[in-house]
C-alpha cells in the first residue's frame, strides 16, 4: 500500500477524532491534508494526463469546498456547494472518457439512482422550504442532479469492458460513500440533526474519495 495513500487514511482518522473531541487546530490540519495526500498520489503515480487530469481538478475543488465549509458550514455553504458541484462534474467527465455505450445496466442504474434520489431530495427540499429557505431550491437541486450522474458515471464502470474489476468496485464504492455522505450533510443541515452526524458524513466522505481515488490509480497507474 502507498505511504500517500496510508497518510490519508490517518489524516482521516484524525479528522473524524478532531470533530468528536471539537479540536478544532486539529481539523484544520487534517482535513485538507486528506485531499492534499490524495492529490500528490494520483500526480506521482498516474501524472494528469487523459481522464487523469479530470479526476485531479475534481481533488483539488474538493479540497476548496473542504476549506470553506470548516471555515463556516452556514456562511460559506453555498460557497462550499459550489465547489463541491464543479468537483462532481470534473469527476463525471473523468469517468466518461471515453463515453460509455448505452446498455441494459446503465438504464437499470438510472432507474434505481433516479428513484431513490428523488425520494430522499424531495424530502430534504420539502424541509427546506417549511423553514423559509427557498432560495436553497434550485441550489440543492443542480447540486442532486450532479452527484446522481456522477454515481451514475462510477458505477457505469462495473460493466466497462476497458476497466479493471477491482478499480471499477473501488471507485463504484467511493462514488456511492460520497454521495451518502453528501445526504447525511444535508439531511443533518435542513431535515433534522442526526447524532453524531458530522462524524458519519466525513467518514464517509473521506473514505469514499480515497477508495474513489484509488479505483483511478489501479486504473490508470503507470
Not at 481533488?59 to 456562511?75: N, P, Q
Not at 434550485?138 to 447540486?143: G, N
Not at 451518502?180 to 458519519?200: C, E, M, T
Request: charged share 10%; proline share 2%; net charge positive.
Amino acid at each position: 500500500m502507498h505511504i500517500l495513500l496510508i497518510t490519508a487514511f490517518v489524516f482521516a482518522g484524525l479528522e473524524a477524532l478532531a470533530l468528536q473531541k471539537n479540536w478544532f487546530k486539529l481539523e484544520i490540519v487534517a482535513k485538507p491534508a486528506v485531499m492534499v495526500c490524495l492529490f500528490i498520489w494520483l500526480v506521482s503515480t498516474v501524472g494528469l494526463e487523459g481522464a487523469a487530469l479530470w479526476f485531479g481538478l475534481g481533488i483539488l475543488f474538493s479540497l476548496i469546498g473542504d476549506v470553506v465549509l470548516m471555515i463556516s458550514l452556514d456562511r460559506f455553504f453555498l460557497m462550499g456547494l459550489g465547489a463541491f458541484l464543479i468537483a462532481h462534474i470534473f469527476y463525471v467527465i473523468g469517468f466518461n472518457i471515453p463515453l460509455p455505450a448505452l446498455s441494459a445496466w446503465s438504464v437499470i442504474l438510472v432507474i434505481l439512482i433516479g428513484w431513490g434520489g428523488s425520494k430522499v431530495i424531495r424530502r430534504i427540499l420539502v424541509s427546506v422550504l417549511e423553514k423559509g429557505q427557498g432560495r436553497m431550491r434550485l441550489p440543492i437541486t443542480a447540486y442532486s442532479v450532479v452527484i446522481s450522474i456522477m454515481l451514475l458515471s462510477a458505477m457505469l464502470k462495473l460493466n466497462d469492458l476497458t476497466w479493471n474489476a477491482s478499480a471499477a468496485l473501488l471507485v463504484s464504492l467511493g462514488a456511492f460513500l460520497f454521495y451518502i455522505s453528501d445526504i447525511i450533510l444535508a439531511w443533518n443541515k435542513f431535515v433534522s440533526p442526526i447524532q453524531h452526524g458530522r462524524i458519519y458524513n466525513i467518514a464517509a466522505y473521506h473514505l469514499g474519495q480515497i477508495l474513489l481515488i484509488a479505483g483511478v490509480v489501479a486504473q490508470f497507474g503507470k
